[in-house]
């Protein structure tokens, strides 16, 4: 099974990096690492290989894939010297990014329904078998709610009346379902998240994922807080402090784009634990950081007769190379859904998720278990 | 269900924090904090209440425990004014300590029958249902290996001779299968991992458990470890370095001593990741931390196309807050299983400990859903 | 020489930490720990010894010193049994505390006569020969600025108008200067620090001190700092999170409040490194925490050929414990310079300062030998 | 003033860093971050200047300089594109690099003989005014007592009498100042702290400097303890933990050759504070750091009322790219020393050093002030 991976987003840090890992890795030029789906958990679920994936995307900036690369590779989120030897290939698959903001005079209908074109002209022209969409743009504001949110003929009267009514990121997952791909989410914005386009994945017989790829602090606390909860020690608070640069930084530098963010990383821990506790989450650009972040916690928890003790972790990671590999993850575990028939919400894939579609499941080792137990299930479906 | 507790080490740090807290729990002075069996996972379980439990034990100094507990009141350990509160019912648990220690003349055979006959006057003036024997004493040295190990008749017949040949913790257990009781080791000693033991628990139909409580740095790296396993991020090395003081700072100063407890806490990580790991772990003995603990552990990881991260971890915890409940369901659980008919060693108690017998599942929330299986299947037997 | 040391915020952690430390060392009942002046740097300064201070105070709040001591005792602040012990002498002090809010109908001027007959009724009362002024209230907000500000004229011919123009932290510096006294701002208030009152000080021949007393993250900044300038590591980023309980706490989450510490906390390092450095300070409320304070830094600097390299500290502290002795050590100071004659700012106590009156020098081994070689002069002056 | 630069290990990674450095600055290819002589305050010394020197040196293995580099700048210690741009110059350094180690059938009077011969050739060749030994060698195991080192004319008689009585370290110095250079130690060998050394070096009117260059944990343990004691904090134990790969982490695995190291670095927090501390430190060989150092330290001390608080830290540094320029610093500061007429020991450099020659000042911020008052007075002497 051949498969287009349609990026939003298709020039930053995260889509740069899965392309030139994807082309490295089948070009053997690169490790499996952190590829969860190559562990033999998923041999036999029937995954479209790497191999065969094709790249395109949208993006509202110019500057060439190759050159973007070259760039991940000086500030180390990218070994050095692959983005010189893949640079034919990023040209090709830059040739493949189309200009995705909204042009002058346009509805937001119009809008939409040149994203769903660009992406059904890159499933012919590539003459892939299936087409997935993957969100990794920029992180929008929570979006405003709007009646015509509540329902697919309520939102296509809307759109049709030339009315602006989605966020961007809903834009391109009714753009993506309209197209007939699969969305997946990877951002905290609310793109499939709407009844309207719920209704529309169900009708066109679509999966979606999200939201929120969870690849630092999250990912630890997600870990930690079942350990927290088994052990019945009881967890008095439990604060978060993110400091990171580059175009993420910058981006949740602006507080009401952050809040997204902060709410999305916020959850888990209550949901885990079943009780409030006190936990706020700072994000702090700082621009020095580049494409690193380093994350600190500080854990305060009540032990057998209410002793006192603490926890901190300091994380030290970079976002597109611990990113960048779920997001291949996840086009080849929504393309095998997409063929095995599955439509609306894939709660299966909460495992790589801050705030995942229809779950309230944070726990990272019971998520993992949901997981394979899916992809296990997925093994004795048709192809 | 009546059951008696029968501690070795009975009035060390661990031993009196675990008393000082059911007497407390009973009484209605403190919550069940860090007391995994209180979770309503475990209500069906028929396991015998906390209520009902009475407590002795062997050790070798003769501070008493009212005054041990005091200490522990002013380390912060317990909370401050409950020593004196519970003054007269620590009293009556002291005045049920015997002397552990081998005394002069006595061959091994003679210790061995002795400590046995002091768990079997326990539990008939007590009048309980059934004894558990928890070892809590200090850390040992590796066992010499010795042939009497290897089979009941051999051990018997060596100790028949005079020989003296198991090392402390086993004799303990040993005499503690001898006396119908049920033993489970909390520390890294050898305890009933013996051959010669392990046919002794079948023949008298006993189950057994350990080795190891888990309460710090191995239980945060046994919760860590799958994270890094199921992103598929290898782990390069993972450093640890623990400072405490008290008692068991001094008996970890030894390095032959700490042999045991290092090599325990080294197993966990490459046995859960399925691959050699530089993972040096070193044991500081800092008279001023007092019973308090702190860890700090450095790990060093590769993710996606080689790229190099890093996580520290600080845990400051007070071992025996952590240990004493643990202690106490332990006693819980193997008392049920012992009712239920089990026999040999439970390795569905992985959970607890760092060294499990019969198992190398090392996963914590794998370990957790194991035991808690475990628990449904004791609800559907006899009581 | 005897003096009375009045406090501002008398029933505050700090006033009563500082009280309770004060005649429990008198009484031989503790070490001399944390207090700067009882090394022997200063033994020939003729600093009037702690035995012969009387304290006193304003407060707005009720709570008898007795019961606070009594709290801070159950919180670690103080040994749990010395408030206990110290009860008598602690009442008489509590006595001596007056209230110090706005009554209804009073004009500032008239509040600031009330004021500083208090403190003259006190120091007549008590027979000291001198008394010091130390403010250990609740931080405020940044003050509005006001014309009245500019000269001693143009404040009391506005106060006489019955306008309302100083904050309080200023009122009560201008009532201590009206009163004869010495004034020390241990907060981040203005206190002090209007041309107005510096006016006034040097016409009444008084000194005063601040601002904001330099006991935790701060000082550890003011100390590291000096590191990296001398050794030529040029600072990219230094970034600064605190976590507290208590009082201080929930003052401190209110973000107007906040400002003036953070602007205080944010100057020293690049004042030290002289150059701009994005340094961003946060401060949260954890109620958790208590009467402590967590603080975590990290700081990522530029080595030899631009190499990148971080390092991270944590510093758990105690802030009341860390401040009330240096409020002692301030009283004496600035008894023994009124003594001496001096007038106006006293920029050689800028190592007890996280914002130090009349100096930007902010390295701490610098302002420590400042310090020491005032002292070595007070040491030739007329007691 | 022309210097000569001769580097005993002048293919391992400090010296290389150095002579990339040097030349990367004297080419206006890189700043001149880390460099401590290129401040102000050393403007007026009459230091020789970088861009007069010439490199030269000893070693043993024959690894060509500009692989060396190449491989440095594949581990990130200095920028990536320097070892090709600055090829020429650095084999024309390698072509000074001669063969150190002791040859067959050589008695260590021939070795010495050998090794300053090598010395003055390159004095000649490169015409010079002036060379500097500087010792960054591996560390070696303490020296065994020798009644040869007590005196220069015992340690010439056992010399001449074939006997092997010197550290290699010492060999060297032996040799430096023979052929008239200063001689500095930058690792904690023995080097020139003989007393027979000693006193050549009085006799050839030469100066000498060390020992064990501080540039990492030490240089913040130093200006960490100043911070304790001048407030009066006392430190009840103060533990590090470092782990570091590359070759000194190999060299360092083994404990013999460890001791020298942690022994010099235990010596200063005691020093400092004036009592004794608990004070482990251990160094761990992790290979994957590669070039790469970790340092964390956890420091419990006592406050006011014997309050009980901690700070911990860490220090993620490049070792290579941290001693590189104080290497520099030293060799111009030596060379001037030199020229200035100062011999023997120079405990004004203390500043450098975790174990400075002629000096027990450990505190930073102190050491530098002895600095920049030296360098004062040089200017004022004859160049």
Redesign the interface.
Known sequence: MSTGLWLVGARGSVAT?AV??AL?VRAGL???????T??PAFAEAGLPPLEGFVFGGHDVTAMPLAKRAEALGQA?????H?PAVLADELDQVDARIRPGGRQEGETQAEHAARLAADIRSFAQASGVDRVVVVNVASTEPPAEPHPAHASLDALETALEQGATVLPTSSLYAYAALQAGSAFVDFTPSTGARLPALDELARRERLPYAGSDGKTGET??KS??A??FQ?????V??W?G?N?LGGGDGATLADPHASLSKTRSKGRSVAETLGYEV?A?V?I?N????GEWK?A?D?I?F?????????????????DS??A??LVLDLARLAARAAQAGESGPLPALG?FFKDPVASSEH????Q??VLVAWARDLAGRSA
Do not use: K
Request: proline share 7%; with cysteine.
């Open positions: 990096t030139v890992g490295a690169a490790a499996r690492n952190g590829l969860v190559e562990s180390g989120v990218v070994p050095r692959l990912l630890v870990t930690l079942p350990m088994t052990r019945e020690l009881h008095q608070s604060v402090m400091i006190v706020p700072h702090d700082v621009p020095d950081m380093t600190w500080h305060a009540e032990g057998f007769l209410g002793v006192r003790m603490t926890m901190q972790f300091t994380w030290q990671g970079c190379a611990l960048a590999p495992f726990r990272l080792a019971t993992y278990d």
